[in-house]
């Protein structure tokens, strides 16, 4: 299947960068033009402006100075460059926040911050609303005809969080509109549990690290308000722009696992999603676990609308802000672009063009250097790049065939961030869900990671790993996902709380108890280093697996036990089952358990279920194969992560070793078939 390219104007791979050309305004006769000479040697065709130009379009309040932009996109479009523009409420002036101090946030100890910095506007406040609806109104008459523009991106990583009077206001109407009545709230919050009880309205208040941090209820109810004003703000600055420019895609760049925002939740307004990714390479064999969790914050982003996605920003070199800027060697910013496209990125754009003289970001990798010409080696990585994403056109909007969901819920994660009890310093949920990826990244077989909200139907298999809350309707969604023939797996800790985080009563896992067929009656947490084991009893292997962390004891309502502990006083009782549920079957792990199980584990699912991995051999150790499909070809993606050369069979069969590529450390290839 093919998806339309995401950019009316540019229809092939967009290579980019984030161009910051309001920095050389005084140089624009020499560095402009030089910027667009190696822009074009660096083989990119689009670059991204605006995105923290604020002060310099609006040097004084309601006085624009546009003529500059007007240059930059007229030069950009004469260049032959896509323009990715940015709204530029990102950072804002000082004199914004000198005149209208309400512009800036108020922290959870209910101070206000100073001037400084960026992402730290309230998104409450009626005068920054109501100056970037100007701006944004200002930049789409301006450029809506304009032949360079390609994609609005809207303001900068949205994060953080305003506790000011007016979000406090704000946060009281989203819970009047959501519970009708104190009374409801009250009884969702829980809060009779230490004399919580709200008897009005305006006695409610943002959770806070200095007093109150709050029930669990209204911690969660806070975040998703949190999420409610990031969308609503979204919107607000998208209005103008939907209205002048509709035809013009709207974006805004993501962080793959910021918890902050309920990104599930977030993409539902966004036209294509974005991000930003800049994985801690370290380019020893160490990069086999880094390359496996930027592969999952690759899946992770596609999965929220299941189709390509812009790699808004990435590094070409050292990362400024990592503990360690160590360089990236030899062969490893062509395999990071690769795994971009792999995954189904149909952009690769960096942070940022030119390096910037001075600043908070001065040393930060760039394509061009301070050193100023083409003759650098990150340039020259650059190039190669470029040159090799020419060839490449037949990949955009190519589709993933993942038939395996696995599910990362953010307000799951939430909801284990805050729950007392099991481990309180390592509940684990984002290291689970990426445990359970492990094995699928290994032997090559796509993966989309959704939200437990998202559709089922059109996989095989469904993995909900510690799926702790059930949100409204997700249940009822599982149950006729494995009725209809699919195969649901979950595991300790799944089906406690519902979507307020109240306990389910009658028995975990709640509402998931008919259809994996055990009673979860206790769980019992391990201190550090202690262990059980996992007896397999199912005849095709007799195995002995670890089991640490969390080890859930059950019993078995339906269900047939496929292994049992091997320890402890609960030695013998169920810890793996499977339950037959209509024409499907549901999987329950009780215990957290290594990868040895895990991989086991998976191989005999995805075998029952007929997924075969995209290539019939084993792939080495560090090497992954990932695919899209045009709907007429294959595309096929090997990267090897390792820091040593691993050859890779192409063979149709376990057996058939005729074809062997050999990928050098750090190598990545693509085969078109
Ligand atoms: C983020 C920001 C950029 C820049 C880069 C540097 O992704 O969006 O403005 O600060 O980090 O890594
Ligand atoms: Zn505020």
Same mark, same amino acid.
């Given at each position: ?7 009316? +104007? ?13 920095? &050389? ?17 660096? *083989? ?132 009047? +509109? ?8 009250? @009884? ?10 709200? @008897? ?175 003759? @650098? ?36 994660? &939430? ?97 998931? !108890? ?10 019992? #947490? ?9 007896? &397999?009893?199912?005849? @095709?292997? !007799? ?28 030695? *013998? ?9 209509? !024409? ?69 069969? #376990? ?8 990928? !050098? ?9």
């Amino acid at each position: 299947m093919r998806f339309p390219p995401i950019m009316r +104007n540019n229809p092939h791979i967009l290579h980019g960068s984030d161009y910051n050309p309001e920095q &050389w305004l005084k140089w624009k006769d020499t560095i402009w033009k030089e910027d667009m000479r190696l822009a074009k040697l660096a *083989g990119l065709n689009s670059l991204t402006a605006g995105v923290f130009s604020w002060s310099t379009l609006e040097p004084e309040e309601g006085v624009y100075q546009v003529t500059w932009l007007d240059e930059v996109m007229d030069m950009l479009a004469e260049n032959g460059f896509t323009a990715v523009l940015g709204t530029p409420s990102g950072a804002k002036p000082a004199w914004l926040s000198k005149k209208y101090p309400e512009v800036l946030r108020v922290d959870d100890s209910r101070q206000r911050i100073l001037h400084g910095d960026r992402h730290n506007h309230c998104l409450s406040s009626p005068v920054y609303r109501e100056k970037t609806r100007a701006i944004n109104t200002m930049l789409a008459e301006r450029y809506k005809d304009h032949r360079a523009l390609g994609v609005w991106h809207i303001s900068n990583e949205f994060s953080g969080e305003c506790h000011c009077p007016l979000c406090q206001e704000r946060f009281r109407s989203f819970l009047k +509109n959501k519970y009708t009545t104190l009374d409801a709230l009250n @009884t969702a919050w829980w809060t009779a549990f230490w004399s919580h009880t709200y @008897t009005e309205w305006e006695q409610i208040e943002s959770p806070s690290s200095r007093g109150s941090a709050g029930h669990n209820g209204l911690r969660l109810d806070w975040r998703r308000f949190t999420t409610e004003q990031f969308v609503d703000f979204y919107l607000h600055e998208t209005a103008p722009l939907k209205s002048i420019t509709p035809g013009v895609p709207c974006t805004t760049n993501l962080m793959a696992t910021y918890s902050g925002i309920d990104y599930a939740r977030f993409a539902e307004v966004l036209d294509v999603v974005s991000w930003d990714s800049y994985p801690r390479w370290t380019s020893t064999d160490a990069d086999k676990e880094t390359g496996m969790h930027a592969s999952y914050c690759h899946d992770l982003m596609r999965g929220l609308k299941q189709k390509p996605f812009m790699l808004m920003e990435s590094c070409p070199s050292a990362t400024n802000w990592q503990p360690v800027s160590k360089l990236r060697r030899p062969a490893v910013h062509k395999l990071q672009c690769i795994q971009a496209l792999a995954h189904g990125a149909d952009t690769i754009q960096y942070f940022q063009f030119r390096k910037s003289r001075g600043g908070p970001e001065q040393f930060h990798g760039a394509v061009v250097d301070h050193e100023g010409s083409e003759n @650098t080696r990150v340039f020259k990585d650059v190039a190669e790049v470029g040159a090799y994403l020419k060839g490449l056109d037949g990949l955009v909007g190519a589709d993933t065939p993942a038939k395996v969901a696995l599910v990362y819920d953010y307000n799951v994660r &939430w909801a284990l961030d805050d729950a007392k009890g099991f481990l309180q310093q390592k509940t684990g949920y984002e290291q689970t869900v990426l445990d359970h990826y492990r094995p699928f990244w290994t032997r090559g077989i796509p993966v989309d990671i959704i939200d437990s909200k998202q559709r089922y139907d059109k996989y095989d298999v469904l993995i909900a790993p510690m799926l702790y809350m059930i949100r409204e309707g997700v249940a009822e969604r599982i149950r006729s996902f494995v009725e209809e023939g699919g195969l649901f797996v979950t595991t300790y800790s799944a089906g406690y709380v519902d979507e307020t985080a109240l306990a389910f009563l009658g028995g975990f896992p709640g509402p998931l !108890k008919d259809i994996l067929g055990v009673w979860c009656e206790e769980i019992d #947490a391990l201190f550090p280093g202690e262990q059980n084991t996992i007896e &397999w009893t199912k005849d @095709t292997y !007799k195995r002995s697996y670890k089991a640490f962390d969390l080890c859930e004891l059950i019993h078995l309502r339906g269900a047939e036990a496929l292994g049992v502990y091997g320890g402890d006083f609960y030695a *013998g009782r169920p810890a793996v089952t499977v339950n037959a549920c209509g !024409k499907g079957k549901a999987y329950f792990i009780a215990a957290r358990t290594g990868d040895d199980f895990l991989g086991d584990f998976y191989k005999e699912i995805t075998a029952e279920a007929g997924i075969q991995p995209i290539l019939a051999n084993p792939l080495p150790d560090g090497v992954t194969a990932q695919i899209r499909n045009n709907g007429m070809e294959n595309y096929i993606f090997l990267m090897n992560f390792s820091s040593r050369e691993a050859g890779v069979s192409l063979g149709s069969s #376990a057996k058939d070793n005729a074809t062997v590529i050999t990928l !050098k450390p750090f190598e990545a290839r693509i085969i078109v078939e």
